[in-house]
Every structure is written in structure tokens, then in C-alpha cells.
């Protein structure tokens, strides 16, 4: 800013003493003095009263949304406000440090003001490189930041599912099946084998539609099943129009493991899980009974899901629980 300043006052001095060689020749040490404060506030005023007109903008017309809106009114936003502080300044200069002949006058101000446009418009285009510059920057780390957050949620979303308490049950669940009923032993395995295949299918993918989801989830529900009997229920109520919709892989089976994990399952306290969708939501309902003797919780299954939701959508997951009943609301994604 300051050697555009002294820039300006160069230019002024040439000017005046161009237009007004006699004042300019009686008074040259300070006119010349003058003439550089006044190109220097004018700079700084311009400069100044720019940046506060290019704030308020990104307020109200950001760049990354209206870009065009932000031309047409930014640009003539500025002129009109640097015209008239080159035009009051130059009143100003004239009636209190240099006195202009009428007759190069409004020449004088005419040249001051073109000048001062055109300075204005290069200091402008400089603060917006530096904020495309500064944004495009920015946007790179936020790539990077997303890129290493996503695999971190997906490693510990696969460790969240993968894990030895799961593998524990379900082979138990089979060493026991072995004896009594190998036909259903069989089918226990095939299921099994499509659990685990649909978690290593889709362990890099960040969306699935609701129709994957739930040929997926009526396996993981078929193993639970087998291992609980008759003391869990699961019912669905999907409407036709949300199949296609996304979420997250994995989304809705960390939701019903949390059911599993948090609440009693028993001959005396029957659990029930109700999954209902419609185009914009899917949700996990349960009869809220808490288990007396609680397992462990590192307390990431809906953390991991809000996570991985809010680098696709401002929707927020939504928990609706009072004494008997507990509802999880988590988005449905356009497939378009």
C-alpha cells in the first residue's frame, strides 16, 4: 500500500506541476511534501474503505455462490466509492494546499479520478487473488483433512464391525447349530459369508443405496435371529419411493448393533426392532429396556455415523427417546 502511495503522489506531483507550473515552482518543497501525504491518505482510505466493502460482500454475496451477482455489484459498488473519495479529496486539496486554475481544474480532477479508478480496480483485483488464492489453498488442506478423516472413519467403522465379540458370538452360534441342525448350520454359514462379503465390498465406498443396505441387513437380522430365537423381532416399513435412496454403508447396522448392545434380550423381556424409511428418512425404533449388567462402550457407532453424514449433508442425526420407547432418525440422500 505504501509504495502504491508513493506511486500516486508521483504521479499528482507530475500532474500539478504540469497544470500549475508557477505554484508549483513558489511552493515545490511543501506542495511536493503535501502532495505525498494527500496521495497516501487517498490510498489508504481507498484501500481501507475497499477491504470493508469486500467483507460485507462475502457476507452477503459469496463468491462460491453468487459469483456473477458479486461482479455486477461489487464492481460498481467500488467505483462509486472510490470516485467520490478522489473527488472530495481533490476539493479538498484544491481549497486547502493547491489552487488550481479554473481552466485545468476539472481536467485535473477528471485525470485524478481516472487514475484513482484504475489504481482502485488493480488493488481490488489484487485482494481477490489473494482471497482466491487463500481459499484455494484452504480448500486443498480441507481435501486432504477430508481424505485422511475418511479413512480414519472407515478403519474404525470396519473395526467397529469386524470385531471378536461379533466373530465370538456367531461361531458359537454355529459350533452349537453343527450339532443340532446341519441344514440350518448351512444356511447359517451362507449368510455369514454375505455379511462379511458386503463389509469388504463396500469398505472404500462412502454412499450405498438403501436397497444394498437392507439386502445386507435382513442377513446380519437372520444371524441374530438364530442366536436370540424367538426373543427378537424385527419388522420393516420401507416405502417404495426410498430404495434408492443413500446412506452411509454399514449406517444402519451400527444402529440396530446398538439396540443389541444397549438393551435386554430375553425369553422374559422380548426386544423389538422396527426399521421404517420413507424418501427423506430412516429409522431405528425399540422398546427401551436397558440392560442391568451394561457392556463396554467406546460410545463411536453414532459418532462414526454423524461423521461420515456431514461431508454430504447439514442434516443431523435425530435421537427421540422417552420411558419405553428409543427412535434414531439419521438422513436419507438424494441418489441424483
Not at 25 to 39: M, P, Q, Y
Not at 143 to 163: D, G, P, R, V
Not at 242 to 259: R, T
Request: one cysteine or more; aromatic letters at 10%.
Amino acid at each position: 500500500m505504501i509504495i502504491v502511495g508513493i506511486g500516486i503522489s508521483l504521479v499528482l506531483d507530475l500532474l500539478i506541476s504540469h497544470l500549475n507550473p508557477n505554484n508549483a515552482l513558489k511552493h515545490e518543497g511543501l506542495v511536493r511534501i503535501l502532495d505525498f501525504l494527500t496521495s497516501i491518505i487517498i490510498t489508504a482510505i481507498l484501500w481501507e474503505g475497499n477491504l470493508r466493502i469486500d467483507h460485507w460482500m462475502n457476507s452477503h454475496f459469496p463468491w462460491e455462490r453468487k459469483p456473477l451477482k458479486r461482479v455486477f455489484i461489487h464492481l460498481p459498488v467500488c467505483l462509486i466509492f472510490s470516485s467520490f473519495v478522489i473527488h472530495t479529496a481533490m476539493v479538498a486539496f484544491n481549497k486547502f494546499v493547491c489552487e488550481l486554475p479554473d481552466s485545468t481544474k476539472e481536467s485535473f480532477k477528471a485525470i485524478a479520478i481516472v487514475i484513482g479508478l484504475m489504481v482502485s480496480i488493480i488493488l481490488l483485483t489484487v485482494e481477490i487473488c489473494i482471497q482466491f488464492f487463500y481459499r484455494w489453498k484452504n480448500s486443498l488442506i480441507e481435501i486432504e483433512k477430508y481424505k485422511t478423516e475418511s479413512a480414519q472413519a472407515q478403519l474404525q467403522n470396519l473395526k467397529n464391525q469386524i470385531n471378536p465379540h461379533f466373530l465370538f458370538n456367531n461361531m458359537s452360534v454355529l459350533s452349537s447349530l453343527v450339532y443340532k441342525d446341519q441344514d440350518k448350520a448351512v444356511d447359517f454359514i451362507n449368510q455369514l459369508s454375505k455379511v462379511y462379503r458386503y463389509l469388504l465390498d463396500n469398505k472404500d465406498s462412502e454412499l450405498v443405496s438403501l436397497e444394498e443396505e437392507l439386502i445386507f441387513i435382513r442377513s446380519y437380522n437372520y444371524l441374530l435371529q438364530i442366536r436370540f430365537d424367538t426373543n427378537i423381532k424385527f419388522e420393516m416399513d420401507i416405502e417404495e419411493n426410498a430404495s434408492k435412496q443413500l446412506l452411509p454403508p454399514m449406517a444402519l447396522q451400527i444402529l440396530i448393533e446398538n439396540v443389541i448392545k444397549h438393551n435386554e434380550v430375553s425369553s422374559e423381556f422380548p426386544l423389538t426392532v422396527k426399521i421404517k424409511a420413507n424418501r427423506e428418512t430412516l429409522e431405528v425404533i425399540n422398546n427401551l429396556q436397558l440392560r442391568l449388567n451394561k457392556e463396554p462402550s467406546s460410545k463411536t457407532g453414532l459418532k462414526n455415523i454423524r461423521e461420515r453424514y456431514q461431508y454430504f449433508t447439514d442434516r443431523q442425526i435425530e435421537i427421540i427417546e422417552d420411558l419405553k420407547t428409543y427412535i434414531v432418525k439419521i438422513p436419507l440422500l438424494n441418489s441424483k
